[in-house]
């Protein structure tokens, strides 16, 4: 996956909907160049007055900084919109708008004001009601929250947007919100940063250093669906199992096995019930495609290593160390440690207990066995141990996973 990879207007405005679901367009300076991303229909009757209000916006932009972002407030219609021009070597390339949208509560006469003011017929007001109630609510949180993602064009580094108002009314409270949230654009720098490690570690089939990673990959994102945090958890959720499958595309892994393995989690994900839940299927997540990239390196292993591996999956049962395998191989301890560690990225022990726990997996769904004696089974000596390398694996305990 190329998270180098800068974003193009038209990729801007599309991940900025498909995030948010607020009406979200580009149009190039010259507006030769059009496109939408709409969820709610203008009425015909609104729709001259709503492009003034475009045009208003571009006009500010068009002298402004790179990173200023215009909050426009249309004082006839009380709806809201949030401006970003597009740059390129210093020239402006056009203007990207979100909106329009509510940021509070609205009068209780607000559409008879609007039908006074556009002499609206009884059966538009019907339109108009329907119009302005299928717009999205955005807060102040959120509203920062995205005028941060309209300045970050790449994910090398969030840049703090200029916010610029039509009203300065909005102004204090909204530059307070974003002051207080400085803090939580570090941590999702932070948390950006990490992920990219993680993905270059399932790249090269580092299992050991992803998970060690997976600790560091915490974030409290909940404000982005307020009121609804499980959903936010969700959505992190799919959308690190989508990085996961492209991070493996680019190793070669047979696109069958990544279709099959990404639909499963996708389900698991929908299914979980808690945030706890969430959280723990990282590690499970990280594991499964961790295995997809170990399977398709295998078929380049060098003949030692091909040994060592085909002898621990005979004999994983067993009890077997590093010590074992070289001595029956009859190669030198320290030289198989080193090289197996290059070619599969993890430790001869790692690989061991990975080889056990997929085995213990196949046991929990398919057979009626207690714990102890699934961990006696695949090489474990007690069950307590097994337990704890199975969820330090796997993100959930045995019991958890047979629930799954």
Request: glycine share 4%.
């Amino acid at each position: 996956m190329n998270l180098e990879k800068e974003f193009t207007a038209h990729g801007v405005c599309q991940l900025i909907y498909t995030i948010i679901q607020v009406n979200t367009q580009y149009f190039s300076v010259d507006h030769l160049t059009q496109k939408s991303f709409t969820t709610t229909q203008i009425p015909t009757f609104l729709q001259t007055h709503i492009e003034q209000s475009l045009f208003s916006i571009e006009n500010r932009l068009l002298h402004k900084k790179k990173n200023d972002v215009y909050f426009h407030k249309d004082p006839k219609l009380q709806l809201y919109y949030l401006g970003k021009g597009v740059w390129k070597d210093n020239y402006y390339q056009g203007t990207i708008v979100i909106g329009p949208f509510i940021s509070d509560t609205l009068p209780n006469d607000y559409l008879e004001q609007l039908k006074t003011q556009f002499s609206i017929e009884n059966d538009s007001l019907v339109v108009l009601k329907q119009y302005i109630e299928s717009l999205t609510i955005i807060n102040q949180n959120r509203l920062s929250s995205i005028s941060y993602l309209l300045t970050t064009f790449t994910p090398k580094k969030i840049i703090q947007p200029n916010m610029i108002f039509s009203d300065m009314g909005e102004a204090t409270l909204i530059q307070n919100t974003l002051a207080s949230n400085e803090n939580s654009y570090a941590e999702i720098e932070k948390s950006y940063q990490v992920e990219k490690k993680i993905l270059n570690a399932v790249e090269k089939g580092d299992h050991e250093k992803a998970i060690e990673l997976l600790e560091f990959y915490k974030i409290d994102l909940t404000y982005r669906i307020p009121g609804n945090p499980l959903r936010t958890y969700k959505n992190l959720g799919f959308s690190l199992n989508t990085s996961l499958r492209i991070t493996v595309e680019r190793v070669g892994v047979d696109p069958i096995y990544i279709h099959l393995l990404s639909n499963k989690i996708a389900i698991q994900i929908e299914n979980l019930t808690t945030i706890s839940e969430l959280e723990n299927i990282r590690t499970f997540m990280v594991t499964e495609y961790c295995q997809l990239v170990d399977a398709e390196r295998s078929k380049r292993y060098s003949p030692v290593i091909k040994e060592a591996v085909t002898y621990i999956q005979l004999h994983y049962f067993e009890k077997i160390s590093l010590s074992t395998v070289s001595t029956k191989l009859n190669i030198n301890a320290t030289y198989l440690s080193k090289r197996f560690k290059v070619e599969t990225g993890q430790t001869i022990t790692h690989f061991i207990q990975d080889v056990r726990i997929n085995h213990s997996k196949k046991l929990i769904k398919d057979n009626d066995l207690s714990i102890t004696d699934i961990a006696l089974k695949v090489g474990f000596e007690n069950s307590n141990y097994f337990c704890t390398v199975f969820k330090k694996r796997t993100g959930v305990t045995p019991r958890h996973y047979f629930e799954l």
